[in-house]
């Protein structure tokens, strides 16, 4: 009975899975996908949703002396330089003269920061700078113990703190001048509803909300009283739950008693979140990305506050899929393998569709923010930005493929000044190694340009440009294992040594590989020029699993 049991066993088995890899053939043949974009059906003006970079500290002036990068310039699409946590928290943050010596307070030292903020505005950005975080001679018992190493307790007295801010003001509008400064941004805390940044001594939720809105209410006043009605807002976590909730902080601002003025509320210009998924497959447990800034806005509205701006100040994935000898985290957020670009535009796509103005990145260039050559996440979000200034065009999906959990989108916005229709189309699916290529139909309607010529520009993002999978391979055949690298060996940011930290391997790289995937990773665009008949463009294009493509439409 037990051998029958077996072979019926061995029999569905097998029928299973040939039935498997038949359906898994078909519905890789069977990806075809119809859109219809119509140009003349316009809704909400976009902006660009990768204005902003964050830098995780000014230590060491990485924007001093800084030299632009003429060929991949990301200041030709980045407004904003966000500075994580620039006025306090541990002795590389305090600005001061001796941040050790208790006995003074008031011994300031900004040049640090005035000179990095200088760095930034001869890249041709702005500074946005994140305050918040408590020096530690303000806080008596310190504590830096938790995961980011910076004081999590608030101030001991909140006038010399406030007085401190307003120092800080003084001496930036001193530099550079009311009119500038106040073209700039300010933030009060990193996720500050999380007990790694800040909490109140206790530890209770309800005194560390407390304490948080009194912390934000005297950063602003210090601020506006030095300044003027500067941009400034908050960053909460929001996609996981933190402490507690940021209903309170949102509360106050708009009903609430001021902590340092005693009126009502206190000035809020944006709120912004973190996002960050698990790893390369794998999907936050928490919000999605809609649901977190909805999140926020629903809250913000409920309580009348309207027409804040709403973004996110750092996400991306935070973890591999392999790890190094430190650990698995991703040290730029994101992969270098082509899975990225596709995941970068579901993100935009995402934005554009649901009002939130900018995502924040860590890196894009193989060294970082400045230095290196492209990472796929550089092509998507060079091309995403110049949908800045375009309004939302009427985009339906008409005809579906078959392929499980796949994801083959399109976004368009018409630009009215510049007389171009910009689409973006993707072809993803959660997983890094999907095989199944899209077949995509377009019927573009440009009733504007009927009789026209229109030159049709095609960027396509797929391996072509990306030199990922040439490292892939070349790990194989130099030997370069994951004990090579300190944090994940999926990280793009291999001139960077704590991503690739082997001394024999930095040197096979730096002399027999990097060059090679300078050339790599050059996207080449195509054009082509069609007559519109009866206002219309018919589009077709196959993308590669996990590919972008972006289109420019205009007449000649």
Known sequence: MNNFRQIISAILAAIIGFFSTITANVTDLVNNHEFVVDASVCGDVLVNPASNVNIWSIDGNPFVNQKINEEYNIFEFVDYVQFMQCTGGNLTRDLFVDPTDKTVLDDYDFTVLIENCRGVLELGAKPFLKLGSVPLKYSSNANTDAEFDTNIYPPDDYNVYYNYIAAI?????????KEEVLTWRFGVMTEY???????????????????????????????TDVIGDVFVGAHSMTVTEGLWDEKIFIKHCAQGTNYKTGKKGSRLCYLSASFYDST????????????TINYLRSTAEKY??????????????????????????LFTRTCGFTYQAGYDARIYKTMFENNINYFS????????LIDG?????????????????????QTKKTSFGLVPKAEVEAVSAFN????????????????????????????????????KKV???????????????????????????DDCFAWSPDDPNLDNPTTLNNPEARAIYQSELRNKYIECSKLTPTEQTVTVENGEIALDITLDPNAVVFYEITPC
């Open 361 to 368: 990145s860590w890196s894009y260039l193989s060294n970082g």
């Open 455 to 481: 030159k049709i520009t095609a960027y396509v993002i797929d391996d072509d440009c990306n030199y990922f999978d040439e490292w892939q391979e070349d790990r194989i055949k130099y030997g370069i294992g």
């Open 169 to 177: 003001a003084q001496a930036l509008v001193d530099e550079f001048g």
């Open 280 to 291: 390369p497959g794998k999907y936050t447990g928490g919000k999605t990305l809609a649901e």
């Open 304 to 329: 009348g506050l309207n027409n804040l701006i709403y973004g996110i100040d750092e996400g991306r994935i935070l973890c591999g899929n392999s790890s190094g000898t430190i650990g698995d985290e």
């Open 373 to 393: 050559y492209p990472t796929v996440s550089y092509h998507v979000a060079s091309n995403a930005a110049k949908f800045n200034g375009a309004k939302l065009a």
């Open 193 to 223: 509803e999380n007990a790694s940044w800040f909490m109140a001594k206790s530890g209770d939720p309800d005194e560390s909300a407390a304490e948080y809105c009194k912390l934000y209410d005297y950063t602003v006043a210090a601020l």
């Open 416 to 451: 009215d000044s510049t007389d171009t229709l910009h689409i973006m189309a993707y072809n993803f699916k959660n997983k890094v190694d999907y095989t199944a290529p899209a077949d995509i139909e377009m019927t573009v309607k440009v009733p504007q340009f009927d009789g």
